[in-house]
């Protein structure tokens, strides 16, 4: 190799180091400003506003876990909304009938929905595809009659009413303002939990499995063991959403967890982006504005309209609204590079 070819190289290499560490610094910045944004934001909205910003990070929660499910592992679900139901009414009948305090449900809500998680996703390990997210449906299904029919514990079709979490004094806060940063807390811990996994065995495990299941088996993959683990995280992050679902509301009622929630919540993944990591956030926007909007444009057809602004937004965003951002962003910063 010529000197001046090694030097041209050097040269390369110098202009393409910096970029790295430039979008990482960006990032962080990014970070930093969300987060002083999200901490102001409760003193600055009035309480529903407040409310509506605690839901979509509900939601966040929820969709992380099926983004890790779906986005990752590359396995459909139509039962997540069956999990979150796991959360709230675990969540509610332990603080009705047994009189536990609220910050241990958080932790019990998800243990429990990783437990049938881990055993629901049996089938996860013999089926795929359209066969696989039937099985969740049937799953999704029959939880509403389930709940209606042990009326002593779920308290059937009246649900149950619970009050919620009070702020402590020293904190100096409103009860939504309260609700508002527990679940922030949350969605915090949730987030930390999901990179954690992704970059760990677990998640290089999982991205094998969706991208080529018999090339994961031949590297040892053990396709059975991260299907059903995939199932249980997922749920595990779907139970906890349904705990804080449940602090928050301070009500559950079966009506409140039908088939919808769970079609509700995979389009709002697909629409915030398929395992992208504001994808979950994105998701939880539109799972929470977009249904009441669409009631305020049309009461008499918000179904349609919801169908119609997905459509729209998967037309102009195919990989979702995170991929749209990504794209925004990358063009900003070419433009600028030439300038």
């Known amino acids: 190799m010529s000197g001046g070819t090694v030097m041209a190289g050097r040269r390369g290499a110098g202009r393409r180091g910096p970029v790295p560490a430039v979008r990482a610094r960006w990032r962080g910045l990014l970070l930093a400003a969300a987060l002083l944004a999200a901490c ?7 309480p529903f506003r407040v409310f509506q910003l605690t839901m979509v990070l509900v939601y966040t929660v929820a969709l992380i876990g099926l983004n890790l499910l779906v986005g990752h592992a590359g396995q459909i679900s139509l039962g997540h909304g069956a999990f979150f139901a796991v959360g709230a009414y675990g969540t509610a009948v332990m603080m009705v009938h047994g009189g536990w305090p609220y910050p241990v449900t958080l932790p019990v809500a998800a243990a429990v929905a990783f437990a049938i998680g881990l055993a629901l996703g049996v089938p996860a390990t013999r089926l795929r595809g359209l066969y696989l997210a039937l099985v969740t449906l049937a799953i999704a299904i029959f939880l509403v009659p389930l709940l209606k029919r042990f009326e002593s514990v779920t308290g059937g079709s009246m649900g149950l009413t619970l009050a919620k979490p009070r702020p402590p004094a020293w904190s100096g806060l409103a009860e939504d303002q309260w609700l508002y940063f527990l679940t922030l807390a949350v969605a915090l811990l949730a987030l930390a939990v999901d990179h954690g996994l992704l970059r760990s065995r677990v998640g290089r495990a999982l991205h094998a499995v969706r991208d080529n299941e018999t090339a994961a088996e031949v590297m040892g993959v053990r396709l059975a063991f991260h299907k059903r683990t995939a199932f249980a995280w997922s ?5 906890a959403a349904g705990c804080l679902y449940t602090w928050v509301i301070g009500f559950v009622s079966p009506d409140s967890f039908t088939v919808n929630l769970s079609i509700t919540l995979l389009a709002g993944l697909v629409v915030g982006g398929l395992g992208a990591t504001w994808g979950p956030l994105l998701g939880g926007l539109f799972v929470m504005f977009v249904p009441s909007l669409s009631q305020d444009v049309n009461k008499a057809a918000p179904g349609v309209i919801f ?9 102009v965003a195919p990989t979702g609204l995170a991929g749209l951002v990504r794209r925004a962003a990358h063009s900003f910063g070419r433009t600028l590079r030439k300038g």
Do not use: K, S
């Open 307 to 315: 169908g119609l602004l997905i459509i729209v937004v998967m037309y």
């Open 40 to 46: 102001a934001a409760p003193f600055q909205l009035v």
């Open 235 to 239: 749920a595990m992050f779907a139970g």
